[in-house]
C-alpha cells in the first residue's frame, strides 16, 4: 500500500472511530441492551465497574490499592493505615500535596514533613502497626483482603487471584514490560520484544512527568486491542495481522463503549483565565504531548490492523473526553469508618476513653489522629471511564444519582433511582448542584458545553420570562 493510501486508510479509520453517535435508536438500544428493566424508586440500577481507570500517582505512593477492582489492600487495616504513614513520612513532597485537616496545619513550617509541626503516627506505632503486633480496637470489623502482584509486574496489585487474571486479559499483558515465559497471545519476543520494553518505559516515565492521564489512555486502548482480539476469537477467528473486514467489525465492536464518551480534541478545548497568546501557546503545548504520547503507544502497543489506535487525534479525544466528563474515580479508605465508630465508642465516652492505658489504647488514639488529619488522603482516587455511567447524560430533575453504599467498597459506580423508571426510559444523572438557581445551573454546565433545555430548565425559564414582562 502506497504512504497515501495508508494515510488515506488511517484517515477513514479515524474517523469512523471519533464520530459521535447520533442515531437516538441506536443509543437508546445500546442502553436498553445492557438495563433491560424498570426500576422503582431507591432500588439500585447500576453497580458498574470501570472500564478503564488508573489510579492518580499520588494515590498510588500512599494507597495500595487492587488495580482491577481498585478495593483498598491490606491485608489489614494495620497495614493498610502503616504503609500510608510510612509514605506520607517519607516523602516531604507527597505530604505537602495531601490536604492536612488538622487543627494545628496552619502552624506547619514551609517544606517540612511531614504537615503538621508533629507527625501523628510515631514510628513505633507505624512498626506495631505492619508487623501485627499492635491492634486498633475494633478493626476486624473492616477486613481488607491481602495483596497478589500482577504477573511480570510487581507494581501492579491486586485482590485476587480472579482479579489479577481479568486485568491481565483485559490490558496488563499488553502493558507488561516483563512478561512471563508463557507471555500472552500477543507478546512480541526477541529484538521487538526489547524495543517494546523500552517504549513501555518510557511511556509510564512520560506520563509519571507530564500528565498522569496517559496511563488512562494506555490502559484504554491497551483494553481496546484485548477486546477486539476476544470478538475475533469468539467468531472463531485468530489474529493474523491482516486487515479484513472482520478485524475492522470486532474493532467497532469493542471500541463502542468509548465511542459513547463525549470528546474532544483535547488541545481544542477551551482554556479560561489566560490572555490569548498563552492559551494559544498551552494549546500548542498540549496536541506536542498527544503527538509525543501517540509516538509512545505505537512502538508500546502497535497492531498493523488497527494503525487508527494509535493516532494524535484519538489519544486526543480521550484525553479530552476525560477533562469533559470529569471521570473522577474515589474509593473511601475503610479507616474513615473506622475513626467514625472509633469516636462513636471511645471519643465521646470519657470513662472508656480515659481507660485506654494499655499501648494499643494510645496507639489508637494516635492512629484516629492521623486519620483526622488525613483522611481524604487515605481513600483511593484516580480516573475512571464507565461503560453506561460515563456517558449518562445530565437532567436537573434526574432520575438517578450515585450513592456509595456502606458495602460499596471498590471502584465501582452505583446509580439509585430518584423515582420509578419505565423500561426503555433514559437514565440520566445530575452534572452539578440541581437545586443551585437556574442561571447557577447553566453557568456551571456551561464547561460541558452545552444548554440544558431539561424539564425543570425550561419550565424556570419560562417563569422568569412571565415574572419579567410582568413587571
Excluded at 506520607?88 to 495531601?98: F, I
Excluded at 505505537?298 to 494503525?307: K, M, N, Q, S, V
Amino acid at each position: 500500500m502506497s504512504s497515501t493510501a495508508e494515510s488515506d486508510f488511517i484517515a477513514r479509520q479515524v474517523a469512523a472511530l471519533l464520530e459521535v453517535p447520533s442515531d437516538e435508536t441506536r443509543i437508546a438500544d445500546y442502553y436498553i441492551k445492557h438495563l433491560p428493566q424498570s426500576f422503582k424508586e431507591g432500588e439500585v440500577v447500576l453497580i458498574e465497574p470501570p472500564l478503564v481507570a488508573c489510579q492518580e500517582p499520588d494515590s498510588a505512593a500512599i494507597v495500595a490499592a487492587c488495580q482491577h477492582s481498585f478495593a483498598v489492600l491490606g491485608p489489614t487495616l494495620e497495614a493498610h493505615l502503616a504503609h500510608a504513614a510510612r509514605a506520607l513520612r517519607a516523602d516531604p513532597a507527597l505530604c505537602a500535596a495531601t490536604t492536612c485537616q488538622s487543627d494545628e496545619s496552619d502552624d506547619c513550617e514551609e517544606g517540612s514533613p511531614p504537615c503538621c509541626p508533629t507527625f501523628p503516627v510515631s514510628e513505633e506505632v507505624e512498626s506495631g502497626l505492619r508487623s501485627g503486633a499492635i491492634r486498633l480496637p475494633g478493626s476486624d470489623q473492616w477486613p481488607l483482603p491481602s495483596p497478589v502482584l500482577g504477573r511480570g509486574d510487581a507494581s501492579l496489585l491486586f485482590a485476587s487471584e480472579v482479579a489479577e487474571t481479568e486485568a491481565w486479559a483485559g490490558y496488563a499483558q499488553l502493558l507488561c514490560a516483563n512478561p512471563p515465559a508463557s507471555g500472552g497471545r500477543r507478546v512480541p519476543q526477541a529484538d521487538a520484544q526489547r524495543q517494546r520494553r523500552a517504549a513501555l518505559r518510557q511511556l509510564r516515565s512520560f506520563a509519571r512527568e507530564c500528565n498522569p492521564v496517559f496511563e488512562f489512555v494506555a490502559r484504554a486502548l491497551a483494553g481496546v486491542l484485548s477486546r477486539a482480539d476476544a470478538e475475533l476469537e469468539a467468531g472463531g477467528l485468530q489474529p493474523e495481522g491482516e486487515r479484513t473486514d472482520a478485524e475492522w467489525a470486532a474493532l467497532v465492536k469493542a471500541w463502542e463503549p468509548l465511542a459513547h464518551g463525549h470528546k474532544r480534541l483535547w488541545w481544542e478545548l477551551p482554556v479560561t483565565g489566560l490572555g490569548e497568546g498563552e492559551a494559544a501557546e498551552l494549546r500548542q503545548q498540549r496536541h506536542e504531548l498527544c503527538q509525543t504520547a501517540a509516538d509512545l503507544l505505537r512502538r508500546a502497543l502497535w497492531d498493523p490492523r488497527f494503525p487508527a489506535l494509535f493516532h494524535e487525534d484519538v489519544v486526543g479525544c480521550l484525553v479530552g473526553m476525560v477533562e469533559l466528563n470529569n471521570l473522577d474515580l474515589v474509593v473511601p479508605s475503610p479507616a474513615l469508618a473506622w475513626y467514625r465508630w472509633y469516636q462513636e465508642q471511645y471519643l465521646t465516652d470519657p470513662r472508656r476513653s480515659e481507660g485506654q492505658q494499655d499501648p494499643a489504647g494510645a496507639a489508637a488514639r494516635e492512629v484516629a489522629v492521623f486519620v483526622e488529619a488525613y483522611g481524604d488522603a487515605l481513600s483511593v482516587s484516580g480516573t475512571g471511564f464507565y461503560r453506561l455511567q460515563s456517558c449518562c447524560n445530565h437532567s436537573c430533575r434526574p432520575n438517578t444519582h450515585a450513592f456509595k453504599r456502606d458495602q460499596d467498597t471498590t471502584g465501582a459506580a452505583v446509580l439509585v433511582a430518584l423515582r420509578d423508571i419505565s423500561l426503555g426510559e433514559e437514565i440520566t444523572i445530575s452534572y452539578i448542584d440541581e437545586d443551585a438557581p437556574l442561571q447557577e445551573r447553566q453557568d456551571a454546565l456551561a464547561e460541558y458545553e452545552f444548554l440544558c433545555t431539561c424539564e425543570k430548565c425550561v419550565a424556570e425559564g419560562v417563569a422568569l420570562v412571565d415574572q419579567s414582562l410582568t413587571l
